[in-house]
Every structure is written in structure tokens, then in C-alpha cells.
């Protein structure tokens, strides 16, 4: 397998499973992507959105039902795993326990048949490049799950592989491992300029690393975006709430005038930016908590009335629940100190205002 | 765990207490007593009783023909055992139904087994019956009251305990570490090689050692299918 490439191209990738009943469900259906060379891209979705089942068909521990993957002019997705030569990192790391350190990032290679000399070389400089020189004659038993994390990622890449596969690699990891580690992947992709696929549900991870992010839900494509895109421009409600829109209201649409449209409710009255085309009389609001602020708006446009109910100090703000007359429950991060019960308003920018219509 | 805090006393362990009194005992006591008793012969020094086994002549054949017996069939069972169970790593219905199958000889006694096998593999049994029938095989075929009876016995009774234990070996190897081995470059057989074989070894050899160990007290089969038997008036 050559090493490198400029683009993997998923063309319809569909994988379908035999359900309850006898009845054939996708658990990916349609995927087309086209992945450049050095590019990062994050597939993001909830558990059961197809993520997994997506990355298992391109490293080829999946068969497609449907669909083909191409590498450059090279149809790849009849080749079984070995003959792909992607790297992978697995969730629980899936170290070879009976190995040391060494013979588990060597393993490739020797599979390669590359000379004794030369693997340790470049297990040597894998194991630099992880940080963790001096640990090659331990077994993975020994050693935290961090560490272990790591000799997955070196033994991953130290066979340079056109594409390093990563299968949620951080979910078994502490917080504040999690974001040392994160730190650390993305470090080595910059160094070494491979492609990767990183399956993760944890949307800070997929904004932090990926260059591009695919986001799924029930193994279809919501979106596939930048992470600013994704994080302010959600395509449709299901990638808005995963984004952390937690505000959602259900108006009825009073005007639109191109993409600005005006919903109202019993005690609401607001106006955003339309995301898709609305049909019918009535639309979501999605709105997140960080964007709604405590206090009079300038004019009185995107202004609503309501109490206190509930504050929960989050150190450097607090996330206060905001009840308006009608009963409508606001999530809005707000700075200084709440009052419980005291009568507030809540006013947000036009353009964080996202309008999408009913499914 | 390294560095791990020791575990407070559990005092639910206290209920072993009876089971091991009952082993030391009825077991370990009149082991060591018998053992004991060993190195004291009523005459000659300490290591009598094993100069007298070791050189006696007529206990040689006994023991060889017992190795001949269970060393095969250990060999067989351990060597049949290993490549079904490791095809049958994966669950599914079909792996339930040929599990039950195959332990099914497990239920039945040695006794029953034999008397089975004299009916099956006799000179007048089903299998020579139908051999010479269907003319595969026209001369007469002997596989009871000789060697191969006791060898087939052996292989009946043994296989699925040979099997359940590998099999339980195998299915507690994450399956994720040879789809690891795939992504690396590992073909299946090098799967097996690197990865399951090493994993599997320790298992396997406490396989061989209980599989033997049940092939070496084979003294009911012996009996049954090994003897001819005697002609009843």
C-alpha cells in the first residue's frame, strides 16, 4: 500500500445490519465524504449515530452492503484490513497484553518484515514522539491508562500509515488526562501531517482537533462543516441541540422577510436567522444559553420578561433558569449574582437567534 | 493493581471454613499421612518402596501401556479441541447448538459410553455393518476389547472437557486485540500466531495436564473395552 495519497473518497458508504423482526436497518446509510491528504476530520454524533460502524468500513473490519471506498483510483473497500494499511487506535486500547511496549508499537512493522535494526529505530522514535522513552521493556499491564493511550497512537503510526483511524481513544480517560491527551494528539498530527478520522459523541473534543466535522445522527450525514460552522451554524435542529443549543421553543412564524423571520408566542416575540427553508405556521427556536444575557436588550427587539427559578453558580457564571409568564423554561449563562425569584429580562442578539422549521 | 491499598479482612471469607477443614481432613491429612507411610517400609531404608516400584518388572508394562493409552489421546482431544473451539469463538445460534452437541458425551458415564461403543464399533455393530454393506471397507474390523476401543473411549469422554475449558479460554481473549493485529498487517494465521496462540498457551497447557490426567485413570475403560469379555454361560 503506498503511503501516500491525496484524498479518500467515501462514495455512498452504507452498512445495514439485520434487526429485530427480520427487518434490515442502516446503521450508516449513504456516506459520501472526500477526506484530503494531512486533514483532520472528526465524526461526531451521539452512541448508535453510525460513527463507528463508519470508521470500522473504511479500516475494513466492517463489510459495506452498499457503496464503495476509493483511495486516489484504488478501490479499497474490498481489501481486508491487513492490506489497507490504516493505522488505529481502539476505545480500550486493545494493546497485546503478552508484549512489552516496544514489541506492541514493533508489531507492524515485524508484520511488514521490516529488518530487527530498523524497528527499533523507529520504535525508538515513535516512542520519543509519544513521550514516553525509557517505558519499551514494560508490559501495557504496567502501565496508566494514559500511557497506554499513548503506545496505542505510537503503534498506530509508527508503520506510516496514509490514514490513522481513532475510535473515541480519550473516552476511557480521566477529565484532565483527557485534555492533556487531546493536546497530545493533535500535536502529533501537526508533526506528522497525516490524515485522520477521530470518532467522538464529545462535541469539545471534535471542535478542538478536527479540521472538518461530520456530524451523524441515525447513520445519516447532518452536516459536515468546520467546527465554527457546526458550533454557530448549525444545518438543522438535531446537530443544534448536540451543539448545545439547549434552548428550544416551539412559535408560531408571524413574518419572514428573506432569511430574517419573526416567531411569537403567548409572551415571547422574537426575531432570527432562518437555517432552512419553514413550511407551515409554526418553527423552532434555538438558542444557547451563553448567547441569552440578563438585562434590557438595546431597543426592545428579542426582549422577554420572566422569573428566576433557578441558579446553579458555576464558578465564573452562573446557569440561571428563566420561567416566563406562559411557562416557557429559558437556559441563560449569566455573569454577576442572580436573585432567586426576582423578576428579570432576557434579551438575545437577532443573529444567535436560530429559526428551523418542524420536521 | 501496583501500589493498590491492601483490602480489609472480609470476614464472608470465614465461610470457607468448613469446606477447607473437610478438604484438609479428608484429603490433604491422608495424603500426606499415605505419603508418609511411604518412607517407611517394613523393611530397608527410606527409599525402599520406590527402589522396589522402580525395579520390579512387572509394573513396566502396566505404566506403558497406560502412557500409550493417554498420551494419544490427551494429544488427540487437546489437538481436535483447540481449532474447533477456536472457530467457534464467536457467538451465534449455530455455536450454542454445536456447543450442546458436543458436550453431550460429558453426561454420559464411561460405563454407558462403552456399552454404547460395544454396540456401535463391535464386530457385529452398526459401523460394520454398514462398512460392509455399502462395501467401503470388506475386511473385518476390530475396535473393541483392543487398544482402539479404549483409544476411542478415551476420546469420546475426553474431547469435551478438552474443548469446554479451550473454548472458555478463547472466547476470554478480547476479540478487539486481533482485529488490532488486522489493521497492523497481521493476516489471520499470523493473528493466531502472535496473538491468540501466546495468549492461549497457558490455558492450553493446563488443558493438557487435566486432559491427561483424566486419560491416565482410564482403569474403567480398560476394563470394559480393553478385555475381552467373559463368556457368560
Not at chain 2, 29 to 57: C, I, Q, R, V, W
Not at chain 2, 104 to 114: E, F, N, Y
Not at chain 2, 120 to 136: A, C, D, M, R, V
Request: hydrophobic share 45%; charged share 15%.
Amino acid at each position: 500500500m503506498k503511503h501516500d495519497f491525496n484524498e479518500l473518497r467515501l462514495d455512498g458508504v452504507t452498512r445495514r445490519f439485520a434487526g429485530a423482526g427480520g427487518h434490515a436497518f442502516a446503521a450508516l446509510n449513504g456516506l459520501t465524504l472526500t477526506i484530503q491528504r494531512g486533514e483532520f476530520i472528526a465524526l461526531l454524533g451521539p452512541s448508535g449515530c453510525g460513527k463507528s460502524t463508519a470508521l470500522n468500513c473504511i479500516a475494513g473490519l466492517m463489510q459495506l452492503s452498499d457503496g464503495s471506498i476509493w483511495l486516489d483510483q484504488t478501490r479499497i473497500d474490498t481489501l481486508p484490513p491487513e492490506k489497507r494499511g490504516f493505522g488505529m487506535v481502539f476505545q480500550n486500547y486493545a494493546l497485546f497484553p503478552h508484549m512489552s511496549v516496544a514489541k506492541n508499537i514493533g508489531f507492524g512493522l515485524k508484520m511488514r518484515g521490516v529488518a530487527d535494526s530498523e524497528i527499533a529505530t523507529r520504535v525508538a522514535h515513535a516512542l520519543k514522539l509519544v513521550q514516553l522513552t525509557g517505558q519499551e521493556h514494560k508490559l501495557p499491564g504496567q502501565l496508566s491508562g494514559g500511557q497506554q493511550q499513548r503506545v496505542a497512537i505510537a503503534r498506530a503510526i509508527v508503520i506510516e500509515p496514509p490514514l490513522v483511524l481513532m475510535d473515541e481513544p480519550l473516552s476511557n480517560l480521566d477529565a484532565k488526562l483527557r485534555i492533556e491527551t487531546r493536546a497530545e494528539i493533535r500535536r502529533i498530527h501537526r508533526e506528522l501531517g497525516r490524515s485522520t478520522v477521530y470518532v467522538t459523541h464529545d462535541q469539545d473534543e471534535a471542535l478542538s482537533l478536527a479540521d472538518r466535522i461530520v456530524v451523524m445522527k441515525d447513520g445519516v450525514v447532518q452536516q459536515i462543516a468546520a467546527p465554527s460552522d457546526v458550533y454557530a451554524q448549525p444545518a438543522n435542529l438535531h446537530v443544534a441541540r448536540f451543539m448545545g443549543y439547549r434552548n428550544v421553543v416551539d412559535l408560531a412564524i408571524e413574518a419572514q422577510s428573506g432569511d430574517r423571520v419573526t416567531v411569537t408566542g403567548p409572551d415571547i416575540r422574537l426575531t432570527g436567522m432562518r437555517k432552512q427553508p419553514l413550511a407551515g405556521g409554526r418553527a423552532f427556536v434555538a438558542m444557547r444559553p451563553e448567547e441569552l444575557a440578563l438585562g434590557e436588550g438595546p431597543g426592545a427587539t428579542n426582549t422577554i420578561a420572566g422569573r428566576i427559578e433557578n441558579v446553579e453558580y458555576c464558578g465564573r457564571d452562573s446557569l440561571v433558569d428563566v420561567v416566563t409568564a406562559s411557562g416557557t423554561l429559558l437556559h441563560v449563562r449569566a455573569t454577576g449574582t442572580p436573585v432567586l425569584g426576582s423578576m428579570v429580562s432576557v434579551h438575545v442578539p437577532v443573529e444567535r437567534v436560530l429559526i428551523y422549521p418542524h420536521e | 493493581m501496583p501500589g493498590a491499598q491492601r483490602a480489609p479482612f472480609d470476614r464472608a471469607l470465614l465461610l470457607v471454613v468448613p469446606a477447607a477443614a473437610f478438604m484438609l481432613l479428608l484429603f490433604i491429612y491422608p495424603f500426606l499421612y499415605g505419603l508418609a507411610l511411604s518412607f517407611n517400609p517394613k523393611e530397608g531404608g527410606a527409599m525402599a518402596n520406590y527402589a522396589h516400584f522402580f525395579t520390579t518388572d512387572n509394573l513396566w508394562p502396566t505404566i506403558w501401556t497406560t502412557l500409550r493409552l493417554a498420551i494419544p489421546a490427551t494429544i488427540i482431544n487437546v489437538g481436535l479441541a483447540l481449532p474447533i473451539a477456536f472457530k467457534m469463538r464467536v457467538k451465534s445460534r449455530y455455536q450454542r447448538f454445536a456447543t450442546t452437541l458436543l458436550v453431550v458425551p460429558i453426561t454420559l458415564g464411561t460405563v454407558l459410553i462403552a456399552e454404547g461403543m460395544l454396540t456401535y464399533f463391535g464386530p457385529k455393530g452398526w459401523l460394520s455393518q454398514f462398512l460392509q454393506f455399502t462395501h467401503l471397507y470388506d475386511g473385518s474390523i476390530r475396535l473393541t476389547h483392543n487398544y482402539w476401543g479404549v483409544l476411542i473411549s478415551l476420546v469420546i469422554s475426553g474431547f469435551p472437557f478438552a474443548f469446554l475449558l479451550i473454548l472458555s479460554y478463547i472466547t476470554g481473549i478480547d476479540p478487539v486485540l486481533a482485529r488490532a493485529a488486522s489493521t497492523l498487517g497481521a493476516d489471520p494465521r499470523s493473528q493466531f500466531r502472535h496473538i491468540y496462540f501466546p495468549l492461549l498457551l497457558p490455558g492450553l497447557a493446563m488443558c493438557f495436564c487435566l486432559s491427561f490426567v483424566q486419560a491416565f485413570s482410564v482403569f474403567p475403560s480398560a476394563v470394559l473395552l480393553g478385555r475381552r469379555r467373559a463368556r457368560r454361560a
